[in-house]
């Protein structure tokens, strides 16, 4: 019997708890001799996590069992494999469907018999509680810290070193961009008065959606906060598309505005975005949004006047100008709240999860034909990162590190990962299809105070395409409510 040997491995920490490569695969090497197989190839992916199937190794081992180039898949133990019941059962369906037995060395699965599955589901379930207990866990230790004013890591704000130490420097051009907002000038005119005099961002252009993170951003007024802010003013986990709780807390670093200046600069912000309406201005995505069924162009329209309570009403909507001009195109029509809550999903999901950023850009990387091995090992690299930090996080919470340590700690990761997308940014020098994360966290954090014609000109600064989609046909009873729509595809400048 053929058996295809895969092996996995996240973390450094696992290959100290015996799951390293090379002791993973010695015992399925012994294992396999002792069932008299013959090993057909080893599949290894060595710094990828098993939420997904996305895993380079993983792909081709599945693209071999479609050629049936062996009969039974062998694994050291089943969440080496997958953690997620899901792919658990597409993983099933598949190893039926080429005949291909699936086994684990330290485990006695049967897949032949309904008990066996259930079984073998029953066990992936299980990985896939344990995975999310310790993020549940993870996120509520965060909050406590934050409630209690302790910073839970990551990247410190502009204006600040990553001990959290005021920069007089930057924090005084802080205080001109908070200046010349409050003079009158856009968030634009702010950064393009910043760019021309010099006064760059640690060597990088400001751009709108950075002027606007920075004077919505209440780290300046000493306060720390988690929590996603949607246009709307709720704030939202994005993973799950429920509605959470923002923390706040007093944090112990120098602010650089008072409260009272932070308090006026956002009731001067709010007061801005309400006054005045540019019907140029009024269709924000007229330019980038495109029709995900046959590619036309979108653009926007106002519905007939109607009269309620509160006046006469109009509202925005885009429509394909297939379906326009010619009917050849059956997109529905869609709403703008509906394109930009479809946006700012999108924009959420990359600011809550790291690793997915990375993943998008790796794609964007291959479908530009620029993918270079050098980046496919740093990639792995930032993954890498990214759980150690969870790590760290997770032995805080739990008391089994200190506080100077996980500082400690933390700063050695963020050293890590500057380095590596260092790394990128030398390896890929034509590196334009993937937004500044600070643009992303921008456009989130400042939409609610930008006016029309700023929201206008910012999404024409950060993004160069966004495509919509539905599989609904015809739409039917779903006044002033988003029926299921998705983002096909978003490019960016």
């Known amino acids: 019997?053929?058996?295809?040997?895969?092996?996995?491995?996240?973390?450094?920490?696992?290959?100290?708890?015996?799951?390293?490569?090379?002791?993973?695969?010695?015992?399925?090497?012994?294992?396999?001799?002792?069932?008299?197989?013959?090993?057909?190839?080893?599949?290894?992916?060595?710094?990828?996590?098993?939420k997904d199937l996305k895993r380079p190794d993983m792909q081709r081992m599945l693209e071999d069992m479609e050629k049936k180039l062996f009969d039974v898949v062998l694994v050291y133990?089943?969440?080496?494999?997958?953690r997620s019941v899901g792919d658990l059962h597409s993983l099933l369906k598949t190893f039926d469907l080429y005949g291909v037995k699936f086994k684990s060395a330290t485990e006695i699965f049967e897949t032949t018999t309904a008990m066996g599955r259930f079984f073998i589901?029953?066990?992936?379930?299980?990985?896939?509680?344990?995975?999310?207990?310790?993020?549940?866990?993870?996120?509520?230790?965060?909050?406590?810290?934050?409630?209690?004013?302790?910073?839970?890591?990551?990247v410190v704000p502009y204006g600040y070193t990553q001990d959290e130490q005021l920069i007089p420097e930057e924090a005084?051009?802080?205080?001109?961009?908070r200046d010349l907002y409050m003079s009158g000038k856009g968030y634009k005119s702010v950064a393009m008065i910043m760019n021309r005099s010099g006064k760059l961002r640690r060597g990088r252009e400001w751009t709108d959606a950075t002027v606007a993170y920075t004077l919505e951003n209440p780290y300046y007024?000493?306060?720390?906060?988690?929590?996603?802010?949607?246009?709307?003013?709720?704030?939202?986990?994005?993973?799950?598309?429920?509605?959470?709780?923002?923390?706040?807390?007093?944090?112990?670093?120098?602010?650089?505005?008072?409260?009272?200046?932070?308090?006026e600069l956002k009731k001067y912000m709010k007061r801005k975005s309400q006054g005045g309406f540019s019907k140029v201005g009024e269709y924000w995505f007229s330019g980038v949004l495109r029709c995900g069924r046959c590619g036309a162009a979108m653009f926007g329209r106002l519905t007939t006047?109607?009269?309620?309570?509160?006046?006469?009403?109009?509202?925005?909507?885009?429509?394909?100008s297939n379906r326009h001009h010619s009917k050849t195109c059956d997109l529905p029509i869609f709403r703008q709240t509906h394109i930009e809550h479809l946006v700012f999903?999108?924009?959420?999901?990359?600011?809550?999860?790291?690793?997915?950023?990375?993943?998008?850009?790796?794609?964007?990387?291959?479908?530009?034909?620029?993918?270079?091995?050098?980046?496919?090992?740093?990639?792995?690299?930032?993954?890498?990162?990214?759980?150690?930090?969870?790590?760290?996080?997770?032995?805080?919470?739990?008391?089994?590190i200190g506080k100077q340590e996980i500082r400690k700690r933390m700063a050695e990761e963020d050293k890590r990962e500057k380095e590596i997308r260092q790394?990128?940014?030398?390896?890929?020098?034509?590196?334009?299809?993937?937004?500044?994360?600070?643009?992303?966290?921008?456009?989130?954090?400042?939409?609610?105070?930008?006016?029309?014609?700023?929201?206008?000109?910012?999404i024409h600064t950060v993004f160069d395409k966004i495509v919509v989609n539905t599989d609904l046909r015809k739409i039917k009873g779903v006044k002033n409510k988003f029926f299921d729509a998705y983002i096909q595809e978003i490019s960016f400048n």
Request: charged share 35%; glycine share 8%.
């Open 172 to 177: 005084a051009l802080i205080r001109e961009v």
């Open 345 to 400: 999903q999108y924009i959420n999901q990359i600011q809550e999860d790291m690793e997915k950023l990375n993943e998008e850009a790796m794609k964007i990387f291959a479908d530009e034909g620029k993918k270079k091995s050098a980046i496919d090992s740093a990639k792995r690299e930032l993954s890498k990162v990214a759980e150690r930090r969870e790590k760290w996080q997770y032995m805080f919470v739990e008391g089994l």
């Open 121 to 154: 589901t029953l066990v992936g379930a299980m990985a896939e509680w344990e995975r999310g207990t310790i993020s549940e866990r993870v996120r509520f230790g965060v909050e406590q810290m934050v409630a209690e004013g302790r910073r839970p890591g990551g």
């Open 1 to 50: 019997m053929r058996v295809a040997i895969y092996i996995r491995v996240s973390t450094d920490m696992q290959a100290e708890e015996g799951f390293s490569i090379e002791g993973q695969r010695s015992r399925l090497i012994s294992f396999a001799e002792s069932q008299d197989w013959v090993i057909h190839d080893f599949y290894v992916d060595d710094g990828y996590s098993a």
């Open 305 to 320: 006047k109607r009269t309620t309570t509160k006046g006469i009403v109009r509202t925005q909507y885009y429509i394909c």
């Open 423 to 458: 790394r990128i940014a030398q390896e890929q020098k034509a590196f334009s299809g993937i937004p500044r994360i600070e643009e992303l966290v921008g456009l989130a954090e400042g939409w609610a105070y930008f006016d029309d014609q700023e929201k206008k000109e910012i």
């Open 221 to 263: 007024a000493g306060i720390i906060r988690i929590g996603s802010k949607t246009p709307a003013g709720t704030y939202v986990n994005s993973k799950r598309d429920e509605r959470v709780k923002c923390v706040y807390g007093k944090g112990s670093h120098e602010p650089i505005f008072t409260q009272e200046e932070y308090e």
């Open 77 to 82: 133990k089943l969440d080496r494999l997958t």
